[in-house]
């Protein structure tokens, strides 16, 4: 029995106003949640697919 490839991609796209462009801490935050937001999203669907 042969392997069954799995793929799953994520696209994070953030839009920042000029207020926040100040904080870059701000941005970080906002940056880390959207990537954990996103692998979230990926393990759950990678999970479904096995």
Do not use: H
Request: aromatic residues 4%; charged residues 35%; contains cysteine.
């Amino acid at each position: 029995m042969g392997t069954i490839p799995l793929e799953v991609s994520c696209q994070i796209e953030i839009e920042f106003d000029e207020t926040c462009s100040d904080d870059a801490d701000d941005i970080q935050r906002r940056v880390e949640t959207a990537y954990a937001a996103c692998r979230r999203a990926v393990e759950e669907e990678l999970g479904r697919q096995v």
